[in-house]
């Protein structure tokens, strides 16, 4: 029995309490400032009112005035805060880690300096660690398709655990595997961090042509946008590969789980795919995120990180001024409420090249 | 102005008569044998039965024994069969093809010799063909998401024009390449076929989870088998790459619109989702072929030709017995008619393994 401190009860991190409670570890729960009536109502009746499922009886919820007692004796701590709050959590972390534990993240993000240089979240979560203890600490991220709910009543999960450090990799990994739990590992950090950031920037794409569609008063029609939604996906993947060739990482990683897997169970719903729908059909993305109740919108946070972001690397000579033209046209649509006009014969390296190039 | 024979009027062959009719061809569609009341239709009143809508002016209709009446001055031959088609298409190419004109197909799937030695469709479409008129005609394909009626109704699409030889590709491009018939062009194509018949066999598997849950009783659940299904699609999208790469194609091929592209739209729905969604409500492949009035299911077809290479090439030791796991599981399913169990610790180069590998 190991003991795992969930930091952020929101429902990825909450969900990942029924993994650990199934190979029989002691788990602490501790909710963010914003997770007050969560941990409440765990505490009350065990049910998480986002899953809106009953957790395992193992699961013991805390406050965030009383995380120094949860991390108590903690060996792993599950970050479970979204992109917004990793640098709020790594604060906590701060005080609150010990050196030798090990942290496994599922915030899916990227940040980026005044230069334009980008990075992967877990080092903004390590950053305001103590280095003598931030260099003690195993870090490692949960990348791949993995919505929250099904991960809470054992639908079959198949995740890639990814880490610098194959043996903390392998650690965690055994922690958390079970029956419908599948996980894999991987020693491409920067890679598996790339392509969960960037599959949320397509995700929300794929929300366009059904909005499109519907802004033309064809919502009904019997032909619909798909041929235009899998051409976007399609290059999606192309953009993904190629930012993880940019930062570093092994491209193959944007072969199967992290990339395609992601972003197609992403692509199937969700809160970025519905602002993504009220943008097609001619909202600003102001307003369709006002109608949706101004939810955390973690595909148009990266599309703003990485929209703005590129021209500062195509400036400097980094980034061809042709490259990722899907995720620039969706800055412009996004960060600057410019409409949707996508600039097909850009894509897949330039519609009348001689032959297929990436990106 | 360019003549272009259409053989076959399905609706693929039939609805790229619109980028070509935009584009001022002079456009003869021929019916196959099985087409007879199609072509009666187009005849008759213009309207396409199956796409449900008024052909272009330019659409000349003929009955199959009026071929070569509108075969005579054609430059371009569009062969718009199925997989199942291919042979007798290329019989009949064998008689009305001239040295010097092109053939572009849209037939997807993979021929097998008795020790498993797998080929693309355009072969085997050439081979009826006299060697010195095959020579002499540059062959082409096209690959990429394109569901039919959209094309016909003039929204967006992406595809690649693959063909060894890129002159051959180039014109072909020219001639069909509208303001929403987005065409690129590829070398590679043996790639591209392998990705264009592959994804039906994963297309196909995309419907089993939805039927599982329904066979569960749970067709309503709140918490679907979505991260299942993108498992599914990340682990087929992995199996394309490998065998393109066996067959000697460009791996790369595999990284856009052949590969993740179509398999995304091919999963959006259609037969072989259909038919993959009764087999995981638990009825056999037959009875489920049967329920839908056993319709060409070109990824059945395509899983059955793989199946049954697949254990000859292990066999012969040019694939690892560990390879192609999820497709080995579909010809169980498809072909032997045993259950569903998705061998997920097979997946991704198995689940144990210290890092992530190809397939």
């Known amino acids: ?36 009536e969560i941990i409440d109502s765990v505490k009350a009746t065990g049910v998480h009112p986002g899953l809106k499922l009953k957790l395992p009886e193992q699961v013991r919820p805390y406050q965030l005035e009383d995380a120094e007692e949860a991390f108590d004796g903690a060996e792993i701590c599950l970050s479970g805060v979204n992109s917004y709050g990793v640098r709020w959590a790594g604060e906590q972390l701060a005080r609150l880690l010990r050196a ?3 942290v496994i993240s599922i915030a899916k993000g990227l940040a980026a300096d005044d230069e334009g240089n980008l990075r992967i979240l877990p080092e ?18 949960i990348t791949g398709p993995s919505i929250a709910g099904e991960v809470a009543v054992r639908h079959d999960t198949c995740v890639v655990f990814a880490s610098r450090d194959q043996d903390v990799a392998d650690r965690l990994a055994d922690l958390f595997r079970t029956s419908s739990y599948h996980v894999w590992t991987s020693t491409d950090f920067v890679g598996a961090e790339v392509c969960a950031a960037m599959k949320n920037c397509y995700a929300l794409a794929s929300g366009l042509p059904e909005g499109l569609l519907a802004g033309m008063g064809e919502a009904d029609a019997a032909y619909r946008l798909y041929n235009y939604e899998a051409a976007l996906f399609a290059q999606g993947n192309l953009e993904m590969r190629r930012m993880v060739e940019l930062l570093g990482g092994d491209v193959s990683t944007a072969d199967g789980l992290p990339a395609p897997g992601d972003c197609y169970v992403t692509s199937r719903g969700g809160r970025n795919v519905k602002v993504g729908h009220l943008i097609g059909q001619g909202l600003g993305f102001t307003e369709a995120s006002a109608k949706l109740g101004n939810p955390t ?18 400036e400097r000579g980094i980034v061809g001024h042709e490259e990722f033209p899907l995720v620039r046209h969706l800055y412009e649509v996004v960060g600057e409420e410019k409409p949707v006009e996508m600039p097909w014969s850009r894509f897949f390296g330039g519609e009348r090249q001689a032959a297929i190039a990436s990106t």
Chains 1, 2 share one sequence.
């Not at 930091?7 to 997770?35: C, E, K, Q, W, Y």
């Not at 946070?301 to 195509?314: D, H, M, N, S």
């Open 1 to 36: 029995m190991t003991s795992v401190v969930i930091l952020g009860s929101g429902i990825m991190g909450s969900a990942l309490a029924v993994p650990l409670s199934d190979n029989g570890h002691d788990i602490r729960l501790v909710g963010t400032f914003l997770d007050r």
């Open 100 to 102: 030798d534990m090990l």
């Open 124 to 141: 903004v979560l390590a950053e305001p660690v103590p280095s003598q203890v931030r260099a003690r600490v195993g870090w490692a991220a």
């Open 297 to 314: 919108l973690e595909g148009a946070f990266a599309i703003e990180v990485v929209g703005r972001a590129l021209p500062k690397l195509t």
